[in-house]
């Protein structure tokens, strides 16, 4: 005898349906699960069979086989066992099905008891059913807050094996038990949320609210700094960090979150899709509203960071999509992973290959890095001596290619505060101020590129955009021109300074770009030229030392 049941694997950050078929014939006792099952699948057989038993039912004695199609792709995960335990019952007679199997997926792992535990990804799998046209989805009660989010697909959540032979009695038991849920209904319900820094964390995560007590008014002085993050993160720039250790940086940085915009409708769904495929979200929240700040350590592996594996899972740059990826220390970070940097940086996202796969996660993200100006960190500190030899300094800088630096819109020297400062401390910009510039300059660019759809920021602009939108008098294009070949510009950075002075002249709210912009943007490119600079001095001293870093 022979039964169809359905059910979905993860593919990236993708889903796809995937038939459970099961033969059943009598003979001696096998148990067989073919078409490219990995180990969690393969050991389903003895999770099915303990549930089956467990839940009243009697486990057929004979040649069991079953197949997952298609068989040429790939299946992982835990989500097919009640598919497998469903089909199970249905081709051994001890269910009975009055509805039709090819509208239901089933979705769900099984304890060894019969109870049904949640999968991760469950946002990817609802909306692959839902476009696939699948009428309802059985689902685990746990999931059912998280799936909840998908609207336009009936939702039947259950508890145990036994709930879901009893959805097989006829149609109106599953009308029943089914939920249909607006998006975002469930998510909205006053649930409990982890206590402690964890709760903390993530109820800011979710609810839209700034992370913490954490705000620009704590870092003293550093104005220059603070305007630089504002450009940051209202052009969606890269950025760079250098300075002398305990000038700041990682402090800047780590305040980011509380002037970066709330994640828009699409870019939350997004955001949360990948956090479940991830298995990161917390159960009893909803959609997450701020935008992911990832902060890996230098010692993270390749994979970690950038994705892959046997199976190819989602790395931190996926995980920062719509958000921050801040790699301090920068360095000190495998100079593969550095260099593996490059792709998603300008294309938006990474593409895994394997031998018999390929994969590509979303990585749109804002990169920002933080580094000392050479091992000891004084290079550029007029306050403390340097004693790295020019050989060690040039050695630090090896692993930061000149494409790399030139992927930073914004090259910024922290320079470090003098003790007067910190004695009467001088709070300067918060927070708030500094988010409210951010908010008119992305409304300004959400404007200017309707038709592209969202997460179009002055950063993405390509040649066609920067000669329609950031154009410059004669008098300033020739200042640029002279700087160009000062700094010994590549193509690249020259359109980086014109996208920076594009983005500065939304925060100063005005329509074209002047010789003030573009001079800000030249500012926050003299990092390289000056290191270069430094190479090119075979004493190995630094002659523009006291003019670096300043306006």
């Given at each position: 005898m022979f039964f169809r049941t359905y059910s979905a694997t993860l593919i990236g950050v993708n889903s796809r349906i995937i038939e459970v078929e099961v033969d059943f014939k009598k003979g001696l006792p096998n148990n067989t699960i073919v078409g490219l099952p990995d180990p969690a699948i393969r050991e389903a057989r003895e999770r099915v069979n303990a549930a089956i038993r467990n839940s009243g039912f009697e486990f057929p004695i004979g040649r069991l086989t079953v197949n997952l199609a298609p068989a040429q792709l790939k299946k992982e995960g835990t989500s097919f066992d009640m598919a497998i335990a469903t089909g199970i019952l249905l081709v051994s007679n001890q269910i009975k099905s009055r509805i039709d199997i090819s509208r239901l997926l089933l979705i769900g792992e099984l304890a060894l008891d019969g109870m049904i535990r949640p999968v991760r990804g469950i946002i990817a799998i609802v909306q692959e059913a839902r476009e696939k046209g699948i009428l309802y989805v059985v689902?685990?009660?746990?999931?059912?807050?998280?799936?909840?989010?998908?609207?336009g697909i009936k939702l039947v959540p259950v508890e145990r094996l036994k709930e879901v032979a009893e959805i097989f009695a006829s149609e109106e038991s599953i009308e029943a038990k089914q939920v249909t849920c607006d998006r975002g209904v469930l998510s909205n319900r006053k649930m409990d949320k982890p206590g402690g820094i964890l709760g903390d964390r993530y109820a800011s995560m979710y609810s839209g609210t700034d992370e913490g007590s954490m705000d620009f008014s704590e870092v003293i002085g550093q104005e220059y700094v603070k305007r630089a993050a504002q450009i940051c993160i209202a052009g969606a720039h890269n950025m760079l960090l250098i300075g002398s250790p305990g000038s700041g940086k990682t402090m800047v940085a780590s305040r980011l979150p509380t002037i970066m915009p709330d994640l828009s409708e699409e870019e939350s769904i997004e955001t949360t899709k990948i956090y479940s495929i991830a298995g990161l979200l917390v159960e009893g929240f909803g959609l997450m509203k701020k935008r992911p700040f990832r902060a890996p350590h230098s010692t993270a592996s390749n994979v970690s960071i950038i994705g892959g594996g046997k199976n190819p899972i989602p790395g931190e740059i996926t995980l920062a999509h719509n958000g921050v990826l801040f790699l301090d220390e920068f360095p000190e970070f495998n100079r593969n992973v550095i260099q593996a940097l490059r792709q998603p940086v300008e294309n938006g996202?990474?593409?895994?290959?394997?031998?018999?796969?390929?994969?590509?996660?979303?990585?749109r993200f804002i990169l920002v890095g933080s580094m000392n100006p050479c091992p000891c960190g004084y290079l550029f500190d007029s306050d403390n001596e340097c004693h790295c030899d020019p050989r060690k300094v040039r050695q630090y800088y090896m692993k930061l290619s000149a494409p790399i630096?030139?992927?930073?819109?914004?090259?910024v020297v922290v320079n470090p505060l003098k003790i007067d400062s910190m004695i009467t401390p001088d709070r300067g910009t918060n927070s708030s101020s500094i988010k409210q510039g951010v908010l008119v300059a992305r409304e300004t660019q959400n404007r200017r590129f309707k038709d592209m759809g969202g997460g179009y920021y002055n950063s993405n602009m390509n040649d066609e955009d920067i000669e329609k939108y950031c154009v410059i008098k004669n008098d300033v294009k020739k200042l640029l021109f002279e700087a160009a070949k000062?700094?010994?510009?590549?193509m690249r950075g020259f359109q980086k300074v014109l996208k920076v002075a594009r983005t500065i002249a939304d925060l100063n709210q005005k329509e074209n770009i002047g010789e003030g912009e573009v001079l800000e943007a030249l500012n926050y490119r003299g990092v390289s030229h000056i290191l270069s600079s430094y190479f090119r001095n075979k004493s190995g001293?630094?002659?523009?030392?006291?003019?670096?870093?300043k306006k």
């Open positions: 689902l685990p009660k746990e999931n059912m807050n998280e799936a909840s989010l998908v609207s996202s990474i593409t895994i290959s394997r031998a018999d796969t390929r994969i590509t996660f979303p990585a630096l030139d992927r930073f819109d914004l090259q000062i700094y010994n510009m590549s001293l630094l002659t523009p030392n006291s003019s670096f870093g």
